[in-house]
Nanobody, 125 residues
Framework: QVHLVESGGGLVQAGDSLRLSCAAS????????MGWFRQAPGKEREFVAT????????AYADSVKGRFTISRDNAKNTVHLQMNNLKPEDTAVYYC??????????????????WGWGTQVTVSS
């Protein structure tokens, strides 16, 4: 069992930055790949970014590539999502989730097994 808690969301203006954090407790955090997803009102949840268990490999959705950076600190059981140059279309609830190390389908929501409750990010124009 892994318990995830997201934080760092808020209301910002277009062009601003936010840093989301996800704190994990429970089973060995370092053994999991981690991902960030988001869900905007009236839309399905979508993949945002992922980082492998060691932090050596990352991947991003095209919509955030070049603006968002995912990172992790296994010693502190945390994963972060640095979001720069935010746009109104980034408005959503952001979730972190764990993915077993044998899974390579990082964009597939069903491959993620533990999820946090989410943190709201609102970007005004």
């Amino acid at each position: 069992q892994v318990h995830l808690v997201e934080s760092g969301g808020g209301l910002v203006q277009a062009g601003d930055s936010l840093r989301l954090s996800c704190a994990a407790s429970g089973r060995t955090f370092a053994g999991y790949h981690m991902g960030w997803f988001r869900q905007a009102p009236g839309k399905e949840r979508e993949f945002v970014a992922t980082i492998n268990w060691s932090g050596s490999s990352t991947a991003y959705a095209d919509s955030v590539k070049g603006r968002f950076t995912i990172s992790r600190d296994n010693a502190k059981n945390t994963v972060h999502l640095q979001m720069n140059n935010l746009k109104p279309e980034d408005t959503a609830v952001y979730y972190c989730a764990t993915r077993p190390d044998y899974s390579e389908r990082y964009q597939v929501e069903d491959d993620y097994d533990y999820w946090g409750w989410g943190t709201q990010v609102t970007v005004s124009s």
